[in-house]
């Protein structure tokens, strides 16, 4: 059955930025987003001397403290003793999570309310949305073929942040500091303040803690393993597991380079070896690793698991309590590291220099150029990258799972990423390369995609005196790996001491064709005979239709405001089978 997803927008009725669009059973408006000015003015801070003006929260953000909550008793500071018994009944399955919210309402005396995101137009099939808003601030959106289960799911998606808070300082997050990411509803966030290089996320969160402990002890731990390559951190990016239990890293990858071999038809050399596309090839593997302990058919490895399944679309998901958090030792490469006038001094710079520095950057021999540069249309049949900070934007919109892991899985963002660079006090470029480059366009996505805001913040770094001696080198692991890996990023091929090889030939167990084999593996246990059909990597890629129309639609959008044509690597690359 096709099941037709309606969201609905508002915006101003009278701002001549909205565009009125048709849907089944009504209209709705939908930003167009912002222009370059604009996305610099957002991002302007006063001159020296001049009266520091800041921006307030917007009305439903308020928190004003004579506000009544659901009770009808006057809000004042909010308590800190929270009865454990309460979050441990709900962890055992005793309580639901919709009566929990509202039992700790009365406990915290804030305001909660179980919001309706999506209208159905009263048409049989339709999906249901809802999200929590707690004291002004809404939650991530649930969905549901009825408005019950619509409404538990937002309810656990909204606990699934809270709890962790609660447990580790006993007090909600306060909606003046900003709310937490949101799927689907897309909005501008208020500037809390006026320095440069802090993001609206600022409230205590223990994540910025924990998560960079996780991953220095893992580094530390490989590095004392392997110390022959310890020269080959210094650009690392790592993928970190948030659960009850603790953060756990589960993928991690260095590397600063892409390779200088042309592209090869059989999907065994690597085109791409900096850090983040690493890493998160690296957590592609732990993904397909958990996706077969769920077919196994053996019920204690299928607990194992960190997904869950939809029963009525029979996709995959994390696990309600699992969260997935982005660390990088390094602005990424591209937009993210816009320089300071551009943003200071919006209207002192020419438009082609915005384009230039806000636009779509690619990579050729580790090197970055706009693709509006001379530089790069005279590249010739060198391999072409886009760049690390356009990849990041692109899966916070189509999930980092990638085109063939979306046949079994919803799409997978992370709630936040932390920059562990000592040196950088802007993160800035990052908002408007990750978020404000594709506003508006989540209306315009299939079932299930949409732009996820990650918490954005500074945190201490987890590398330290560590010299990349070894400049050409790339490391990877994740989680279940028996030994680290080190690929010629150059060469694009596992070098000859690396500790694993997986053969003579020195193919990376990164490179397409080790993940088409273990698609078709998966594919199998899951009984899943149509995915068997395909004949190449390219053919198993293109039969993900949902995938695929968003990433259309995600190119068309960047092109349409101006971000410069994404850069394709020809079929060839893609046309081998197994």
């Not at 997050?173 to 320095?195: M, N, T, W």
């Not at 600063?256 to 042309?262: D, G, I, L, R, V």
């Not at 989540?442 to 201490?460: A, E, G, N, Q």
């Not at 998966?522 to 390219?538: D, F, G, I, M, P």
Request: charged share 20%.
């Amino acid at each position: 059955m096709e099941v037709r997803f309606q969201r609905l927008y508002q915006s101003d009725p009278s701002s001549k930025n909205s565009v009125k669009m048709m849907g089944r059973g009504g209209s709705y408006r939908v930003s167009r987003g912002a222009s370059f000015a604009q996305i610099l003015k957002k991002n302007m801070v006063p001159a020296p001397g001049c009266s520091s003006f800041i921006p307030q929260p917007a009305p439903e953000f308020s928190t004003n403290t004579s506000t009544l909550d659901q009770t009808g008793n006057s809000k004042g500071s909010k308590p800190k003793n929270i009865p454990k018994e309460l979050i441990d009944r709900y962890k055992r399955g005793e309580t639901h999570a919709v009566s929990l919210l509202y039992q700790l309402s009365q406990v915290l005396q804030f305001q909660v309310e179980m919001k309706e995101t999506v209208t159905t137009g009263g048409i049989t099939g339709f999906y249901f949305a809802f999200c929590a808003v707690i004291d002004g601030v809404e939650y991530k959106t649930g969905m549901g073929i009825s408005k019950k289960e619509a409404r538990a799911k937002a309810a656990q998606l909204a606990l699934e942040e809270l709890l962790p808070i609660l447990e580790n300082d006993g007090v909600l997050p306060d909606a003046s500091v900003g709310p937490p990411p949101l799927p689907v509803k897309e909005r501008d966030y208020p500037v809390l303040e006026a320095h440069p290089g802090r993001t609206v996320y600022e409230r205590k969160n223990p994540i910025k803690d924990q998560v960079p402990g996780a991953i220095k002890e893992m580094f530390s731990k490989l590095m004392d393993n392997y110390p022959e390559f310890s020269g080959c951190g210094g650009t690392v990016a790592a993928f970190v597991a948030q659960s009850p239990a603790g953060c756990e890293v589960v993928a991690l990858g260095t590397g600063n380079f892409n390779t200088k071999e042309s592209l090869a038809p059989n999907g065994r050399v690597l085109h791409d070896s900096h850090a983040v596309v690493t890493a998160r090839r690296s957590l592609m593997r732990y993904l397909y690793r958990h996706l077969l302990l769920f077919f196994s058919k053996n019920r204690s490895l299928e607990e194992k698991s960190i997904f869950q399944q939809d029963q009525s679309t029979k996709l995959l998901s994390l696990k309600s309590h699992i969260t997935l958090h982005l660390y990088l030792n390094l602005l990424p490469k591209g937009a993210a590291q816009i320089p300071s006038h551009l943003r200071l001094n919006p209207l002192s710079i020419s438009a082609w220099e915005v384009n230039n520095q806000i636009g779509l950057h690619v990579t050729i021999d580790g090197k970055v150029f706009s693709v509006f540069s001379s530089t790069f249309e005279q590249s010739g049949s060198r391999v072409v990258s886009m760049s690390a900070s356009d990849k990041i934007t692109q899966w916070q919109v189509l999930g980092f799972q990638g085109a063939l892991l979306s046949h079994f899985i919803e799409p997978i963002y992370v709630s936040s990423i932390l920059i562990g660079n000592e040196s950088c006090s802007d993160t800035r470029g990052m908002e408007v390369a990750i978020s404000q480059r594709v506003d508006g366009i989540t209306s315009k996505l299939p079932m299930y995609y949409c732009v996820y805001r990650p918490h954005i913040s500074l945190v201490p770094s987890v590398v330290t005196d560590v010299h990349s001696i070894q400049k050409s080198f790339s490391l990877n692991w994740s989680q279940g790996d028996v030994s680290l890996e080190v690929v010629d990023s150059l060469e694009g091929k596992t070098v000859e001491e690396s500790p694993f090889k997986s053969g003579p030939a020195l193919a990376s167990r990164l490179c397409k064709a080790a993940m088409l084999s273990r698609f078709n593996l998966v594919a199998k246990e899951a009984q899943r005979e149509e995915l068997l059909t395909a004949v190449s990597y390219r053919e198993a890629k293109m039969m993900a239709k949902p995938y695929q129309e968003a990433k259309s639609v995600l190119k068309s959008y960047l092109a349409m405001r101006g971000y410069g044509q994404w850069v394709e690597k020809p079929p060839i690359s893609d046309h081998f089978t197994m």
